[in-house]
């Protein structure tokens, strides 16, 4: 049985929703397939729902009431999360990667528009504290 057989309220509502399925699942699914890539890319609710399971209610600023604004932010805030994953990893035992200046890598990190800098901060307190790393 194919996935698409179920309608987009069950696929949405009781099988993407749940905590097993992860951002990087939804998004091998929407490579995967069209009509699933249109399914998962316009329920808002969804990357509503993965964004505060995967970082919490963090936003000192909540987006604005756009339609589908939520793919974006939880996008912009994954491949923020992947920035600042690969600079801590890079950094040499002097606390800055090897062959550049430190000031040079964190204006990297922070360069951008709102809420970047907190997204950076955020991950790195993640690190610091959860040691996921």
């Given amino acids: 049985m194919s996935l698409l057989f179920l309608s987009n309220e069950v696929l949405i509502c009781d099988i993407f929703s749940l905590?097993?399925?992860?951002?990087?699942?939804?998004?091998?699914?929407?490579v995967s397939c069209r009509p699933l890539y249109n399914i998962i890319r316009e329920s808002d609710e969804l990357w509503r729902l993965k964004?505060?399971?995967?970082?919490?209610?963090?936003?000192?600023?909540t987006p604005n009431s756009y339609e589908n604004v939520w793919f974006?932010?939880?996008t912009m805030r994954l491949k923020k999360a992947k920035e600042v994953?690969?600079?801590?990893?890079?950094?040499s035992s002097v606390a800055?990667?090897?062959?550049?200046s430190p000031l040079i890598?964190?204006?990297?990190?922070?360069a951008g528009s709102y809420p970047i800098p907190e997204y950076?901060?955020?991950?790195?307190?993640?690190?610091?504290?959860?040691?996921k790393m």
């Fill in 19 to 30: 905590d097993t399925i992860s951002i990087s699942d939804l998004q091998s699914l929407m």
């Fill in 51 to 61: 964004f505060i399971q995967r970082w919490g209610n963090f936003l000192s600023q």
């Fill in 72 to 74: 974006e932010w939880t």
């Fill in 85 to 91: 994953q690969k600079a801590v990893q890079n950094m």
């Fill in 96 to 100: 800055y990667p090897l062959g550049q």
């Fill in 105 to 110: 890598v964190i204006n990297e990190l922070i």
């Fill in 120 to 131: 950076v901060q955020n991950e790195l307190e993640e690190i610091i504290y959860d040691k």
